[in-house]
């Protein structure tokens, strides 16, 4: 049984609780934010990124900052859990094809954005690398060091979520790796909430000149969907990435269907640096992702991946940007989502080109596929070019199951729904090509594979 | 094994799709390790034969039934059966147009196919036949039909060319070693060499265990596998059955003869195809 921690408010108490075990600098941004946050109100459909998202049972009044559950609370597991070696040390493969069971150097599991355990591979952290919760990064490195990258990427006043989450984040992750720095395995950082608690993590991700990292984060828990509390998370996500520095950012949403999900992400990627992002949704009653991409240096590229799978009446809601800022970036967008019941869910793509970037080379594309009459998907790509030396290609398809595919599998000894379950995993392939990290992508397929049932 | 006495045997068929009858009451019988030939002019109800016996959902088997007879002399009307049950009761179907399958490869839906089919109880879920076992076989399998092994890891008929649909048919009845299958033009869209190919193939592949059902227009495919009857389709019902010398004269000469000879088929031949125009018409 998960403890139910009734929130308090975000309300000046609360900030100051948090202000209170801050650094100073940190502290003021908090206070700046917090005065934006009261101007603010529920975004509303007139504004084109909310337009398509059903906030009318949506209580602000009802969320504050959750306390640091008991030692009692329930923490949950990550679908990346029976792939992680920390895990399961026993681990097992029942399927010989599946690769090797992963080994992290470093996690970080919070509950409620409270830190529950951390640790870091020694030989990691003796290179330099820094990763821990901003709480425990900031008592170890210098203003210096964090300050510059510190809510520097995204914009905390864009909206209500937005100032919600930079006056009252908590938890999350900061990861420093210093120049020249190859980490070959994965830091994970798992985010948990009680039922009807509350998660405000941030995550800093900083590669130096030349660095290679890959970061995972997971989300579960909080409750279910129907009349209960549910749970609330307002997030945001950093990443620069250096100079000729590659970055395998990965994150999973799983949380439970009744959790609301707000999320403003933004990655910088400088000259020659290599980005390649993942995003998986699985969970969340309502999820408004914000998720930009700025290629701020020459030949800087961005690989992105969305892995969406919907079900029952959740609304997922993605506005992503590709902005090329410097001349000869590659950006490309594929994401992938399957619905199903009457869930919805929303792609807005846009690539934006700047007058200096020459020869961008700029892709988007999303495919739905629906597995009920019921479900609902929308594609909206765009483009706004001012270079004239550009190749920008955009598209969106939206698909059912077809039912002569069954039928073709099923003449070969597959039931309907195996035969489903084949076609879909399919329809995922082409993105999971793209994702280098075996594990995830097992994990995903898995995971997706579970929760198909029959297609009507 | 023995399987002289096993038996499909098709009665009276009648089927429709969208309401609109396309069989006519269709009569055949085909034994285990017997080749037959169909024949008959497009649109004549060939491919709706092949699709009724595996049950596809848009043809609705109005009247008559489709037994399988087993060597015991137990017979089972099929017409209520899934068709993924029919494949596991050893029955297969080789596509005039098969379907695509983008994402999925061919070897894996092979290996899901070869694990139901060999253990018709499988459920989902349950273990499937082993990698090493499966992939040797379909490796073998793949050398006798001068097939690139690289084929396999190619999704399911995703940009295949026509005769690259054709072959991966030929490899699926291989592997899978139905009881009775029907060929639905296997030999359209190859050329010369491949339909020689794939005559030699399919009489390998087949044999004493094996009852065929060949559809073709051409005498090419039956080279290699001399069928004990050539059946001839016009508007819905076989109106001839002879030995191979009706396939000869067809080829030769056409279904002329056949649609004098026949001339209520005929008649239904021609409602059909005003159907289809009128069908045409609506939607343009
Ligand atoms: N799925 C379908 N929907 C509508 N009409 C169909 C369908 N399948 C077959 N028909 C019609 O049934 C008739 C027989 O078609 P078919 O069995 O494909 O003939 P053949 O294989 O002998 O060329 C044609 O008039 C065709 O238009
Ligand atoms: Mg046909």
Redo the contacts between chains.
């Keep these: 049984m998960s403890t139910v921690i009734a929130p308090a408010a975000f309300d000046q108490t609360a900030l100051e609780s948090l202000c209170a075990l801050d650094p100073p600098w940190v502290a003021d941004r908090r206070r700046a934010a917090f005065e934006r946050f009261q101007s603010l109100s529920l975004p509303d459909r007139s504004d084109e990124n909310w337009m398509r998202t059903e906030l009318r049972l949506f209580k602000r009044s009802a969320w504050g900052p959750s306390v640091q559950p008991g030692p009692e609370a329930v923490e949950h597991e990550g679908i990346l859990a029976r792939n992680t070696k920390s895990f399961s040390e026993n681990f097992l493969s029942p399927e010989a094809e599946l690769s090797e069971p992963m080994r992290l150097a470093g996690q970080i599991v919070t509950l409620n954005g409270h830190l529950r355990r951390s640790r870091c591979d020694q030989l990691v952290a003796s290179r330099g690398v820094l990763f821990g919760t901003p709480e425990q990064v900031m008592a170890v490195a210098g203003e210096s060091m964090i300050r510059p990258h510190w809510f520097n990427a995204i914009d905390s006043g864009a909206d209500m979520f937005a100032a919600m989450h930079a006056a009252f984040h908590r938890g999350g992750a900061i990861v420093f790796i210093p120049d020249g720095v190859r980490l070959e395995q994965p830091l994970h950082l798992l985010s948990c909430l009680t039922e009807g608690g509350t998660d405000l993590g941030h995550v800093l991700v900083v590669l130096g000149k030349g660095a290679e990292a890959t970061v995972i984060t997971e989300t579960a828990g909080g409750g279910p969907a129907g009349s209960g509390p549910g749970g609330l998370h307002c997030g945001g996500i950093e990443l620069i990435v250096g100079e000729n520095a590659s970055l395998r950012m990965v994150n999973i949403q799983n949380w439970n269907t009744g959790v609301w999900h707000f999320a403003r992400q933004k990655a910088k990627v400088h000259s020659g640096g290599k980005l390649q992002w993942t995003l998986a949704a699985l969970g969340s009653r309502l999820s408004q992702v914000a998720q930009d991409v700025a290629l701020v240096g020459v030949g800087a590229h961005a690989q992105v991946n969305g892995v969406m799978f919907t079900e029952g009446r959740q609304q997922l809601i993605y506005n992503t940007l590709q902005h090329h800022e410097a001349a000869s970036c590659i950006s490309d967008l594929l994401y992938k989502g399957a619905l199903q019941d009457r869930s919805r869910l929303v792609w807005r793509g846009m690539i934006k080109v700047d007058k200096s970037a020459q020869k961008t080379n700029g892709y988007q594309r999303s495919d739905t596929l629906m597995l009920s009459e019921h479900a609902r998907g929308d594609s909206i790509p765009g483009l706004e070019i001012e270079a004239d030396d550009v190749r920008c290609t955009h598209g969106a398809t939206s698909g059912r199951v077809d039912r002569e595919q069954i039928f073709y599998a099923q003449c070969r000894g597959l039931s309907a729904d195996e035969a489903a379950r084949l076609v879909v995993a399919g329809f995922f392939q082409q993105v999971f090509d793209r994702i280098t990290i075996a594990p995830v992508r097992e994990a995903l397929a898995e995971a997706i594979s579970e929760r198909i049932r029959r297609i009507q | 094994m023995s399987s002289g006495s096993e038996k499909l045997i098709v009665k009276d068929l009648h089927v429709a799709v969208e309401g609109k009858e396309i069989l006519r009451g269709v009569d055949l019988e085909i034994g285990r390790g017997e080749i037959h030939a169909l024949m008959g002019p497009n649109g004549s109800g060939k491919s709706t034969l092949g699709y009724a016996i595996?049950g596809?959902?848009s043809y609705e088997v109005t009247s008559g039934s489709i037994e399988l007879i087993e060597a015991d002399g137990t017979r089972r009307n099929i017409v209520e059966l899934?068709?993924?049950e029919?494949?596991?009761l050893g029955l297969?179907?080789a596509?005039q147009r098969?379907?695509?399958?983008?994402?999925?490869r061919v070897a894996?839906?092979?290996r899901?196919?070869v694990s139901?089919?060999r253990n018709p109880l499988r459920k989902?879920g349950q273990e499937l036949i082993g990698?090493r076992e499966f992939r040797q076989e379909l490796r073998a399998k793949m050398s006798e039909l001068q097939m690139d092994s690289e084929f396999a890891r190619r999704?399911?008929n995703d940009g295949f060319s026509g005769g690259e649909m054709k072959r991966a048919e030929i490899l699926?009845l291989a592997m899978?070693r139905p009881r009775f299958a029907v060929l639905d033009e296997t030999d359209s869209g190859l050329d010369a060499d491949a339909v020689r190919l794939a005559s030699q193939s399919i009489a390998k592949i087949g044999g004493a265990d094996m009852g065929i059902l060949v559809i073709t227009h051409h005498e090419q495919l039956l080279e290699h596998n001399i069928p004990l009857r050539t059946h001839v389709m016009l508007g819905g019902r076989i109106v001839e059955s002879a030995g191979p010398e009706l396939a000869a004269e067809l080829h030769k000469l056409g279904y002329d003869r056949i649609r004098a000879t026949y001339p209520d088929a005929a008649a239904n031949e021609a409602a059909m195809s005003s159907g289809n125009r009128a069908e045409v018409t609506a939607a343009t």
């Design positions: 595996m596809h959902p899934e068709p993924d029919r494949a596991r297969f179907l596509f098969p379907m695509a399958i983008p994402g999925v894996d839906l092979l899901h196919a139901n089919v989902e990698m999704y399911v699926q899978l």
